[in-house]
């Protein structure tokens, strides 16, 4: 008996700069219609598309709530899908959330060790999106910690454990 499984291709640098391109396009419109201000930047990293806004000011804080983030990315990530045919990973960042919440999240796991340490065998974190659980899993690593995922959609989160 034969299964049916099918490889997607990791996408190439050319693909991942044409989404860049159509999300920044898509993202003038948008911070055009918002009437506000802002400077894009396109990078390839580590096989995703990573677009960030950047202004001058204070001009970026309401879109730089994470939900808002999140919610920008679902909506670009769909332009972009629209626009190209395929599934798109990119990143977003506006204002340097993406730096704001990694420093939350390390905050986050440096809370569980303190858990670890005092006695408790596992610390339990708030449900989060995929790409946010990446960052545990990785700053868990750097502190030795074991981090694994539960649950399913939008319940799904990490637990800290010792080595």
């Known amino acids: 008996m034969s299964e049916n499984v099918t490889e997607v291709a990791e996408p190439t640098v050319a693909q991942l700069e044409n989404e860049g391109d159509?999300?920044?396009?898509?993202?003038?419109e948008l911070l055009d219609i918002a009437d506000i201000d802002g400077d894009l930047n396109l990078d390839v990293r580590?096989?995703?598309a990573y677009v960030s806004v950047e202004a001058e000011g204070d001009g970026l804080s309401l879109l730089s709530a994470p939900d808002t983030v999140q919610a920008l990315q679902e909506l670009t990530r769909l332009a972009v899908q629209n626009k190209t045919g395929s599934f798109s990973r990119l990143i977003l960042d506006i204002g340097g959330s993406r730096d704001t919440r990694r420093r939350q999240?390390?905050?986050l796991v440096d809370a569980a060790a303190r858990k670890l340490d005092e006695g408790s065998s596992q610390a339990s974190l708030p449900a989060m999106s995929s790409y946010e659980r990446k960052l545990i899993h990785d700053i868990a690593a750097d502190r030795g910690l074991v981090s694994e995922?539960?649950?399913e959609g939008?319940?799904?989160?990490?637990v800290l454990r010792r080595r």
Not at 22 to 28: G, I, K, N, R, T
């Open 46 to 48: 580590q096989g995703r």
């Open 105 to 107: 999240l390390e905050t």
């Open 154 to 158: 939008v319940d799904r989160h990490t």
């Open 22 to 28: 159509v999300a920044a396009d898509y993202l003038e």
């Open 149 to 151: 995922s539960y649950g």
